[in-house]
């Protein structure tokens, strides 16, 4: 083999063992490639892989959409790892590259998430410039892209997050045709709608969850969003003051939370569940689950509420010295932040103190904060001066009270050895179902729809009927109307107040001044009978 043969054969060899080797653009897509199936599971083995992707590009590649796709991934790292500022810097480059190498259906999409970091760096205003932006590149060359409803619903969320309701559904309203054919989005219009309804329009809130419970099985909804959905339906629930359907969501969003793993929100769902409890006046649970809540809350905010409610509850219980405690750590919070707590706070954290235990809440407000102990002291004083002043206008209170419980004791003997009234003791709902009247408890006006609550039943039979409606189908001597939204069966009353009744089975029910009179005119009317 002559010289010339033998180093031909040594540039043959070299060239396929160059044209053997991967290329930096092949080695930087397998590793972006690792740097996305990784996000879900470990962010810094993303950001490992996206570093290696980045390292392997030669400076010819920068100008290739792999280049941006390598850029917009750090964006995602750091916008993961809430450094907003970073993210959007990445971002900005991924925008301002795909532009530049014509690819402008990718820079309009990285735009939407320049938006959201804007949004979470709390500059709105730059947030939804950028989101409008998209909106007009979308309008103009793809006005049916799922983009186009996705940016609406972006825009929607951000008009939610700044108190603007009304705006916030006109774009949910503009997204909802682009989600018609997919579930998952559909069931996040439907948890956000609600979530927004919840501020301004209540109606609008309970009819999206009436449409939903007639036509979906709560098993069917993604679990990643049954948390948010079934809390948003919580909080409706609550404002509507139908507290056992409160419970049952709240309940369902905390199971949501536990199976997915969400751990943040947990204290928030404890503090929800609690706070049903108080407004029910179960204050031994709301204690247990407020202090559930307090031993899983991670940030002041939570912790803001909890303090509250469990200073509340433990005043109910009567157990001063500890709402007393809860009290302080309240207030020591907000002087932590230098937050400035208001007079209505200062009221409710030291004004309806028992009278037995004014000395011992004087001596211990030496301990709050220097800026607010001498007006809560004052607070008190005034508080003790005025129950003197109310005194006498108690007293008649308390004389009808136990007059008014008097004629319901006379009421029950009375009953018991009454025959029952000759009007039907069964009650047909539109629905076809037959309430035994012997076991209904109350019913509740609820919307379009009245609430049948029953002995021994976790849930209300419901039925598309007014309370003035129904109270003509009940036995006059059995039924009456307390208040514009309930009527009672007179014989599991058992406690009667001012203000109040309360069942047998512990449910308290608001007794109002219009249906008072009426209901002391039946009991006494019976007792002459």
């Known amino acids: 083999m002559t010289l010339r043969h033998l180093m031909l054969l040594i540039l043959l060899i070299g060239i396929n063992i160059i044209n053997a080797q991967p290329s930096s653009h092949t080695t930087a897509k397998a590793y972006y490639d690792k740097a996305v199936a990784f996000e879900s599971q470990n962010i810094d083995s993303t950001l490992f892989y996206v570093e290696k992707a980045y390292q392997n590009l030669k400076s010819r590649d920068t100008t290739h959409l792999l280049f941006a796709d390598i850029l917009n991934q ?34 309009f999409k990285v735009k939407v998430n320049m938006a959201i970091c804007n949004r979470q760096r709390d500059e709105p205003e730059k947030a939804l410039t950028d989101f ?3 909106v007009t590149y979308y309008e103009k060359t793809a006005p049916d892209d799922i983009n186009l409803g996705k940016t609406y619903f972006n825009i929607a969320d951000l008009y939610f997050l700044n108190n603007q309701h009304e705006n916030a559904e006109v774009y949910y309203k503009k ?12 069931y996040q219009l439907i948890t956000n709608r609600i979530g927004n309804f919840n501020n301004f329009n ?4 309970l009819d999206i969850i009436e449409a939903f419970e007639n036509s979906t099985p709560i098993d069917s909804v993604p679990k990643a969003i049954r948390a948010s959905l079934f809390n948003n339906m919580g909080q409706t629930m609550v404002r509507s003051e139908n507290y056992q359907k409160a419970l049952f969501y ?28 108080i ?71 030291g004004i309806d103190y028992d009278v037995k235990t004014k000395d011992e809440f004087i001596n211990k407000v030496k301990n709050l904060s220097t800026t607010y102990k001498t007006i809560i002291l004052v607070l008190v004083i005034l508080s003790l001066f005025v129950l003197g002043v109310l005194y006498n206008k108690n007293k008649t209170a308390k004389l009808e ?8 004791e006379k009421y029950k003997t009375n009953q018991v050895s009454a025959e029952k009234s000759s009007k039907p003791s069964k009650l047909v709902l539109n629905n076809k179902r037959i309430i035994n009247l012997d076991k209904l408890l109350y019913i509740k006006s609820s919307g379009h729809y009245i609430e049948l609550y029953l002995v021994d039943e976790s849930q209300p039979e419901l039925d598309r009927k007014s309370l003035s409606k129904i109270i003509e189908e009940l036995p006059g001597d059995r039924f009456i109307r307390i208040h514009k939204s309930y009527i009672v069966n007179m014989e599991f009353i058992k406690i009667i107040n001012s203000k109040e009744l309360m069942l047998t089975n512990g449910v308290w029910l608001k007794l109002s001044r219009t249906y008072k009179d009426e209901l002391k005119a039946r009991l006494h009317l019976k007792d002459e009978a």
């Open 202 to 205: 209540l109606k609008k809130s």
């Open 250 to 277: 709240n309940f369902a969003s905390l199971r949501a939370k536990k199976d997915t793993g969400v751990k943040f929100g947990l204290a928030n769902q404890y503090n929800n569940i609690a706070d049903v409890y």
């Open 132 to 134: 409008f932006d998209v």
């Open 401 to 408: 009270v136990i007059q008014l419980q008097n004629e319901l």
């Open 74 to 107: 750090y964006g995602r790292v750091y916008y993961l790892k809430q450094d907003f500022k970073t993210a959007y810097a990445y971002f900005e480059r991924v925008y301002e590259l795909s532009l530049s190498i014509g690819e402008e259906a990718n820079a």
């Open 175 to 186: 997204s909802e045709p682009f989600f018609e054919a997919i579930p998952r989005f559909q």
């Open 279 to 349: 407004k029910t006046k179960t204050y031994p649970l709301a204690i247990h689950y407020l202090d559930t809540a307090l031993s899983l809350a991670s940030s002041h905010r939570q912790k803001f509420q909890i303090l509250k409610n469990l200073q509340l509850a433990h005043e109910k219980t009567q157990n001063f010295k500890k709402s007393l405690d809860y009290a302080n750590r309240y207030i020591a919070l907000k002087d932590s932040l230098n937050e400035v707590l208001t007079q209505k706070e200062i009221a409710s954290l």
